[in-house]
């Protein structure tokens, strides 16, 4: 495991397509798996979290690819359906909101990187991270930005958004009083309302700050559309 290395400084007119330099380095050292990895979701106060992780032919790139907040809802969708139909491998897998409550929400996700890479279709050679070193991780290379710096890593970044904002809009048809479709579970002021006007689902991290405290505040009597004490559905893998 290496140091986390930061990202070269962009300039103002640099193109918003995520370079392949740290893949072409690993390539032209003979490795052929190169991994990026990246997570959606560890800031909501509700739903799971996703982590992509994408392998490249080499040389392979998407126009346009960069950090997923920095491209538009649909043009994620269509870069997400090429890089599932035309990447050497990709795989999505999720930690729930119970895992997060059970182990705190850092090793949640470091639970669904590892889910990510054992389930890709090919071993991993060299892994690429988004951030700084995870040891539990074991051998990989961490990258500051990397979601911007590394084109595997941006990929990793669309899908994992992708996967999520998905499972969430489906969420809301389930309980649509907490606006889920629209805020993906982030702390909004009317999400927030909401869990103290209706109760928390067992999709909410009760454990987060501010939630717990909202929830002694909600109503004894919520006018919910769905059950909260239903089972949650299973987190997609995609």
């Known amino acids: 495991m290496t140091p986390a290395t930061p990202a070269p400084e962009a300039s103002p007119k640099a193109p918003a397509t995520a370079p392949l330099d740290y893949e072409e380095e ?6 052929r798996v190169v991994v990026g990895i990246d997570e959606a979701g560890l800031g909501p ?7 992509g992780a994408v392998a490249l032919h080499p040389g392979q790139r998407f126009e346009g690819c960069t950090d997923s907040k920095q491209v538009s809802p649909s043009r994620r969708e269509e870069l997400a359906r090429r890089i599932r139909s035309e990447s050497l491998a990709w795989r999505v897998a999720a930690a729930s909101t119970r895992e997060i409550e059970r182990l705190n929400v850092r090793a949640a996700t470091i639970v669904a990187m590892r889910r990510a890479l054992d389930r890709l279709a090919v071993p991993a050679e060299l892994v690429l ?19 911007r710096a590394s084109h595997s ?4 970044s669309i899908l994992a958004k992708v996967t999520r904002d998905r499972l969430m809009r489906r969420l809301d048809a389930r309980y649509p009083l907490y606006g889920w479709a629209s805020n993906k579970g982030y702390r909004t002021r009317e999400h927030m309302e909401a869990i103290r006007r209706h109760g928390p689902t067992p999709h909410h991290r009760i454990t987060f700050q501010g939630v717990l405290q909202t929830e002694l505040e909600f109503s004894p009597e919520p ?16």
């Open 129 to 147: 991270v988004d951030g700084n070193p995870v040891p539990e991780l074991g051998e990989h290379r961490s990258i500051v930005g990397g979601d």
């Open 223 to 238: 006018d919910r559309t769905a059950d909260p004490r239903r089972d949650p559905p299973r987190d997609p893998e995609a």
């Open 45 to 51: 106060v509700a739903g799971p979290v996703m982590v």
């Open 26 to 31: 690993g390539w032209a050292s003979g490795l």
């Open 153 to 156: 890593i941006a990929c990793a």
